[in-house]
């Protein structure tokens, strides 16, 4: 195990060595965004973009510039708000799925998480810039999105759609989030006050203390429903979803619902974690059925780095021992299993057994700078803390 100041100067040495260097040539200068259907040896597969990626692209670039204020990652993030500016909907319009390299339209609208990505990676571009436009669209869009939460039954979450009935934690969990960001940067407590409403929803409806769970799919109110995807939750996901409640109701100054975060994260590690193989299954069933999820045995990248910054967060906040035993078994198993040694970055998906496997769920190799640099920066920021200058 390594110490405070050692684990600082791996992570920082792995974002700058390992991670960014292979998202460079990504970037499509000529015709704008990122290329993000590409092979984990960074090869481009399709000049076709999602612009789920490019808004996630943004915040991570917008990111690294408030971080260490490198003009490198703002000249990037620019570029990224220039081409979502110029590729926006008429207003009114949610945004489509996916775009060809011309502009046109590949894929129309079809998940309400393109909308959040795009508020989230401006909101974080403003925070570089304090670019009026990119502030008044994140706000359109908030406007546009805001109501569309409130009724599950027509909200389009490909790639994965919500069953008939019921009401799914993701699009709650995440626009909790992303309000959260817009309401801080925009000062407008009505916005904040939405996203405190999302996050009261995931708390009070999706998260069960009596059966220790967060149940990705529910009923509208919180009722249960005793079906496979009733029954279904996704570790990394409740993990992610608490560290988001961390920043929400540290805001606020609510320590009852911090305290119920850090419980909700200890009982996914403890139920989602592989004792034969390591690492965290994608979805688990609550009475040992089939999870309705793609690939529920999978080892998939973005749980494991949510992980690790979440529990790096959740010993900052709580200095509880639990907290650094759990990050330590995470910590192992994710940079045993998934740097890509040869060509930097991480593989996204393994097997049970940790073998690399292909992203099955998307019709090409989707990548997309995002969950494993936000949380090498989010952690970068925590061991800093923790070090207290003593680096």
């Known amino acids: 195990m390594f110490s405070f100041p050692d684990l600082l100067k791996f992570y920082r040495d792995h974002l700058a060595t390992d991670v960014m260097p292979f998202w460079i040539p990504c970037i499509d200068w000529e015709h704008g965004g990122i290329n993000n259907c590409v092979a984990d040896d960074g090869a481009v597969l399709s000049t076709d973009k999602f612009i789920w990626s490019q808004g996630r692209a943004l915040w991570t670039f917008s990111a690294l510039y408030n971080h260490d204020?490198?003009?490198?990652?703002?000249?990037?993030?620019?570029?990224?708000a220039a081409y979502l500016l110029r590729v926006q909907p008429p207003k009114g319009e949610l945004w489509p799925f996916c775009l060809?390299?011309?502009?046109?339209?590949?894929?129309?609208?079809?998940?309400?998480?393109?909308?959040?990505?795009?508020?989230?990676?401006?909101?974080?571009?403003?925070?570089?810039?304090?670019?009026?436009?990119?502030?008044e669209l994140a706000v359109q869009i908030y406007e546009q999105t805001s109501p569309l939460l409130n009724d599950h039954s027509k909200l389009q979450t490909q790639p994965h759609p919500i069953p008939d009935g019921l009401q799914a934690h993701g699009p709650n969990m995440s626009y909790a989030l992303f309000y959260h960001e817009l309401g801080l940067t925009a000062k407008d407590e009505r916005i904040i006050g939405r996203a405190h409403e999302l996050a009261e929803i995931v708390?009070?409806?999706?998260?069960k203390p009596a059966d220790k769970l967060l149940y990705e799919m529910v009923?509208?109110?919180?009722?249960?429903?005793?079906?496979?995807?009733?029954?279904?939750?996704?570790?990394?996901?409740?993990?992610?979803?608490?560290?988001?409640?961390?920043?929400?109701?540290?805001?606020?100054?609510?320590?009852?619902?911090i305290d119920l975060?850090?419980?909700?994260?200890?009982?996914?590690?403890?139920?989602?974690?592989?004792?034969?193989?390591?690492?965290?299954?994608?979805?688990?069933?609550?009475?040992?059925?089939?999870?309705?999820?793609?690939?529920?045995?999978?080892?998939?990248?973005?749980?494991?780095?949510?992980?690790?910054?979440?529990?790096?967060?959740?010993?900052?906040?709580?200095?509880?021992?639990?907290?650094?035993?759990?990050?330590?078994?995470?910590?192992e198993h994710s940079f045993r299993s998934f740097p890509n040694r040869t060509h930097?970055?991480?593989?996204?998906?393994?097997?049970?057994?940790?073998?690399?496997?292909?992203?099955?769920?998307?019709?090409?190799?989707?990548?997309?700078?995002?969950?494993?640099?936000?949380?090498l920066v989010f952690s970068i920021k925590v061991l800093e803390d923790l070090c207290g200058g003593e680096e």
Request: proline share 4%.
């Open 344 to 375: 930097g970055e991480w593989h996204h998906y393994l097997d049970r057994q940790g073998n690399v496997q292909p992203n099955i769920l998307e019709r090409l190799a989707v990548k997309d700078p995002f969950h494993l640099p936000r949380a």
């Open 219 to 257: 009923r509208s109110g919180g009722e249960l429903v005793d079906s496979d995807a009733g029954n279904t939750f996704l570790p990394g996901h409740a993990i992610e979803s608490m560290w988001f409640m961390f920043h929400i109701y540290g805001h606020h100054g609510d320590q009852a619902r």
């Open 203 to 207: 708390m009070t409806q999706h998260v």
């Open 69 to 80: 204020g490198n003009p490198e990652w703002l000249r990037i993030a620019d570029s990224l």
């Open 261 to 331: 975060a850090l419980e909700v994260m200890r009982w996914h590690l403890e139920k989602g974690w592989d004792e034969k193989y390591g690492g965290l299954y994608l979805a688990c069933h609550a009475k040992g059925g089939p999870a309705v999820w793609h690939q529920p045995e999978a080892k998939v990248w973005w749980a494991s780095t949510e992980a690790l910054y979440g529990l790096l967060k959740a010993f900052q906040i709580s200095g509880q021992d639990w907290c650094m035993d759990w990050y330590w078994r995470i910590h």
């Open 100 to 135: 060809h390299q011309d502009g046109s339209v590949a894929e129309p609208a079809m998940s309400i998480y393109v909308d959040g990505f795009t508020i989230y990676g401006l909101t974080e571009y403003v925070r570089a810039t304090g670019n009026q436009e990119a502030l």
